[in-house]
């Protein structure tokens, strides 16, 4: 910012202070700090709970949902979801309520018996690296350091990962074993992977041979506008390079039915497929089959969720129009503060001058409005400049989502003025 | 048996295999391999599928089951099933559909972390031992074999694994790091873990500090008689013996309300209990909070849940019984066989003479009756006598449970006068 901008900000410190008294008078306690459905989202799937009744608990091939048997899923879940995820019936698996436990369960047998195609377990190596676009999101990164993964940060742009710096790592260095991505309305940058990146992704020369791209595909179908951006199929890139092996997709319904009571899948190569499922083998006698056939009686077909989205969509969306709203009316012009404005996902992104998320972070929570913790959205929670602020905007309604944003946008000043 | 008995035996071959070619030509499709619940069964259960509905889908405290939260189950589902498996509160986490999964999560974290109180992760270790009481359940041996933990096959009596053996081994050997149990209606041998048994357990010198007992108290409820055998609560005597945190105690109601639709549970002491969640921590946002409300809502209590299996018992007892009636009318007096008369569980054990057992499988399922690989109640799938089967009566109506015992009686005839 110029200092004649400083100079000016600097002038209403006395009474932006005043402002941030008040604020702190008025008691409040608003939580941002996840991506959390908001109870109006949770309620469309309501009639999920009860497709499956007294009378109707059998799949269509006969399968009685109730008894074990099954360890891939049901037949129709996998024939939804494998056209939610864009691949063949026999390249999925669907799995349980949660997709970070098949993240997690599918990194730990990498580490335990390595990927299919791999000469030792990774944990057998004297070290092994994962590529972490950054920001990106905490959970995926909490894997890696609880496994004791060395992680590089690599940047994000309009298109992706940066890919220079991706294909000159991943060329030099056998025990970069892999990469996170979120390709689509990705967490937190709300971008969406551009086809270039996503076949530079998938036909780059790796230096490990069993190199694995960890795709979370969180956020296919959760579009806020109408301009919604393809995502090349990267198993299809993949296969096409000669890599067919390279990537795992992971999905959920977690934040199109319900949080923690949605399913989730893997989608990979059939050799991929067919190793995971000999090693879930031993982990379970199966999956929630109930939970799959509710999920498929209550969609019917893919064309069924897309328009089971759209109403996520009517929810969400003047909910981060809000946010975009105060931000620019309080900041805009200042040159303090840049955000994102995504066409998906559950995130908005912005980023403070160096060195102020910390304080900004601190001091909403001071005035009663709590935000992901600073650092979050890099591995090790270290943000090295510390600037990126992650904005959940989903559960707040609207009037505290304005009263949240006008917190944080008083907050990003004093903070500005405090370091200037 | 007598040479007088095998000669009567031998002499009745002929007969014996035109029945043989009889069976056969009836072409028999009956399937004996698991304890899998049968329809009836599973139909006790149907009001669970609609306990929760649109109206009710929150829990006693207001937690809305719908979203994410509650890394360790709901508290109601925490008070109900801490009362089912004998422990506090605070000392049980109400994890997803498979107990298998929590089993197998716990033993792979031991390896990769180490036990609250481990020096060193398991897997950093140069060997790591497991006792295995067997005849045992296939799938905890499994469990040993994919991860490179060497089995020790200790024999079971009345009163469970042979203590003697098992004081003498975890004594002297450090890399012994625990034992494999199911102490009550035991999968195959149906016992129940004497008092002293407990305690011995509970009690016992082990070389190695951070022993553990995976105690897989999956039929703790399920009574086939009146005569119900009290199981002595081992968290309470390990805690008197000064090993508070030495037993991981695992359940489930899979055989309780939906196999593979149902909770699983792991109790423990606090310390252990808060270990585990900080490692659950990476693996999920949490469990699937509305199958526990849906478990809650339909038991009410301990009571209602016991009173539940008291409906199940009335469908398994004729199984049993017509089980233990058909073996008794073919082969007792012969001495060619013996077999349990469980009071509870899902299983009837089996012993043929030495040698007999995987022909006599095989000669089944030329019959069209399938039944457990035979050595599949040891580890690594070898019986070192080849003699034990495991009967698994749930499933099948009692008709055709006669037939498959008149198949199986006379298979082990046939097979009798083979080796003889």
Chains 1, 2 share one sequence.
């Not at 404005?341 to 060195?355: C, E, R, S, V, W």
């Not at 009037?399 to 917190?407: F, P």
Request: hydrophobic share 35%; net charge negative.
């Amino acid at each position: 910012m110029s200092s004649q901008d400083l100079k000016a900000l600097k002038d209403q410190k006395e009474s932006l202070l005043k402002n941030f008294e008040s604020f702190k008078s008025r008691e409040l306690a608003l939580d941002m700090t996840r991506g959390k459905p908001c109870p109006k989202q949770l309620d469309l799937a309501l009639p999920m709970l009860t497709s499956v009744s007294e009378t109707n608990y059998k799949a269509a091939n006969g399968t009685d949902c109730r008894n074990y048997g099954g360890l891939d899923g049901i037949s129709e879940a996998k024939t939804l979801f494998s056209q939610y995820l864009e691949v063949n019936e026999d390249e999925i698996v669907i799995g349980g309520n949660s997709s970070l436990n098949l993240m997690h369960d599918t990194m730990v047998n990498a580490m335990i018996y390595g990927v299919c195609d791999s000469e030792k377990p990774w944990g057998k190596l004297p070290k092994v690296k994962f590529i972490c676009p950054s920001p990106g999101y905490d959970r995926h990164f909490s894997i890696c350091e609880t496994l004791g993964i060395e992680m590089i940060v690599v940047s994000m742009d309009d298109n992706g990962p940066d890919m220079d710096q991706v294909e000159k790592l991943v060329s030099e260095d056998d025990s970069i074993k892999g990469i996170w991505c979120v390709p689509k309305y990705s967490n937190p940058t709300g971008i969406t992977y551009s086809d270039e990146t996503v076949l530079r992704l998938s036909s780059m020369k790796t230096k490990a041979s069993d190199f694995r791209i960890f795709y979370d595909n969180a956020y296919s179908y959760h579009h806020l506008t109408d301009e919604r951006p393809k995502l090349s199929n990267i198993l299809e890139r993949c296969k096409e390079s000669g890599n067919p092996d390279r990537v795992f997709i992971f999905g959920s319904t977690s934040k199109i039915t319900f949080a923690g009571g949605g399913l989730s899948m893997i989608g990979s190569s059939k050799t991929n497929i067919d190793y995971i499922k000999s090693k879930i083998a031993f982990q379970t006698i199966g999956p929630d089959k109930i939970n799959q056939l509710r999920h498929v009686r209550f969609f019917e077909d893919l064309a069924g969720l897309e328009n089971h989205m759209v109403k996520h969509a009517q929810i969400l969306k003047p909910k981060f129009e809000k946010v975009t709203e105060i931000l620019e009316k309080e900041l805009s012009g200042l040159s303090i503060a840049t955000w994102s404005d995504p066409k998906g996902g559950y995130f908005i992104d912005l980023d403070t001058m160096n060195g102020c998320a910390t304080r900004v972070i601190a001091l909403a929570d001071e005035a009663g409005v709590k935000l992901t913790p600073a650092g979050s959205t890099y591995p090790l929670k270290k943000d090295p400049e510390d600037k990126n602020i992650r904005i959940a905007p989903s559960l707040p309604e609207v009037d505290e989502l304005e009263l949240a944003m006008e917190v944080l946008s008083l907050c990003i000043k004093l903070a500005t003025i405090e370091i200037a």
